[in-house]
């Protein structure tokens, strides 16, 4: 079983031998090796049974000059830098493949690069003399974790060294921007930095959205961030209380009272972007656990401070 541990010291040394672990950041828990080391990247990509096409998001400290791993950098990337980092924010740039181990970037010409915020974070990066890829700390397409015991429990079989960092507080993963195209950027993956935050620091420079394509991001996959019981999803609060009625035995996340759907499972969240994001990867573990059979969630509004839950949420469930 996997060991929960506070003392950063362990962690250190297992990863200087090349070795996993799984460390805090202020998003979710991810799991940790030297970006330079295949046999540290492979055993990520096999501990989650990731596809490897999948590349991986390269930690970098904070004083990191990232000129040493990418090239072509648009103008508007330091503003974006100076906002944003460090914080949730990753950014896929151009990479220079001759400084990256093509495991990371899955063979593409792009490098998804990320300063976590979180101290635990920065203290590692800054006591390593190489980057880290970190995946989210959960098998491939499962629910990320926001914990330590998240992590311990999403990975049974497996003999991980796990820093406890407490609570992530942010609790769904970083924003992804696309940032190789001077003209502007496109957003990959939405998170607490949204839509309308990058605009007032970087004005006009949006891309819209590429329809379903060569990009892979696990955004783009159809289902993500699934729990094990089956997830619904709905825009009408007369539909989900039907719903409730024909399925007794469900778990509610919802803004409203769980009064109105005659149910006492399941969790009142008030009608806050932050609050939901805190909650949302806890409670699909909380509505796994518990007796129920379903999972209903009424999807938040659609605004920019809602589009990392409401994608998760999307991407988790099936709207009916
Ligand atoms: O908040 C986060 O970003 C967390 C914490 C642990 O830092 N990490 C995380 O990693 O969410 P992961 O592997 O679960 O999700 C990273 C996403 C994947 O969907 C991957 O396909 C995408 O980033 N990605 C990585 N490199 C990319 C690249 N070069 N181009 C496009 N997408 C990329
Ligand atoms: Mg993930």
Not at 3 to 10: A, K, L, M, R, V
Not at 129 to 134: E, G, M
Not at 257 to 283: C, H, M, R
């Amino acid at each position: 079983m996997s060991q929960i541990i506070q003392d950063i010291q362990p962690i250190l040394a297992c990863l200087r031998q090349g070795g996993i672990a799984a460390i805090p950041t202020e998003t979710v828990y991810g799991l940790a090796g030297d970006a330079t080391n295949t046999q540290a990247i492979s055993q990520i990509y096999a501990i989650k049974q990731r596809p490897l096409d999948h590349p991986l998001i390269m930690h970098i400290s904070k004083d990191t000059d990232i000129r040493q791993y990418a090239i072509d950098i648009p103008d508007y990337v330091d503003t974006l830098i100076k906002a944003f980092w460090p914080g949730p924010l990753t950014l896929v740039l151009r990479c220079n493949t001759a400084l990256i181990n093509p495991l990371v970037t899955a063979g593409q010409n792009t490098i998804a690069l990320r300063c976590p915020q979180h101290p635990l974070a920065q203290e590692i990066l800054r006591n390593l003399p190489f980057p880290l890829v970190a995946p989210s700390a959960n098998p491939f397409g499962k629910v990320s974790p926001t914990s330590a015991q998240h992590v311990q429990a999403s990975f049974p079989q497996e003999n991980l060294l796990i820093l406890d960092g407490g609570r992530c507080p942010i609790g769904i993963e970083s924003t992804i921007v696309l940032a190789t195209n001077s003209n502007g950027y496109r957003i990959l993956r939405h998170g607490k930095v949204d839509s309308a935050h990058l605009s007032t620091i970087i004005p006009a420079l949006e891309l819209p959205p590429q329809t379903v394509g060569t990009l892979r991001v696990s955004g783009n996959l159809l289902t993500h961030y699934q729990p094990t019981k089956p997830l619904f999803y709905f825009t009408q609060l007369t539909e989900a209380i039907s719903f409730c009625n024909q399925h007794p035995s469900t778990y509610v996340i919802s803004a409203y009272p769980l009064s109105t759907f005659n149910t006492d499972q399941g969790v009142t969240l008030p009608a806050d972007p932050k609050i939901w994001a805190y909650e949302l990867y806890n409670q699909l573990r909380c509505a796994d656990l518990s007796k129920a059979k379903h999972i209903l969630i009424t999807l938040p509004p659609e605004a920019p401070d809602w589009q990392g839950t409401r994608e998760r949420i999307i991407k988790a469930g099936r709207y009916l």
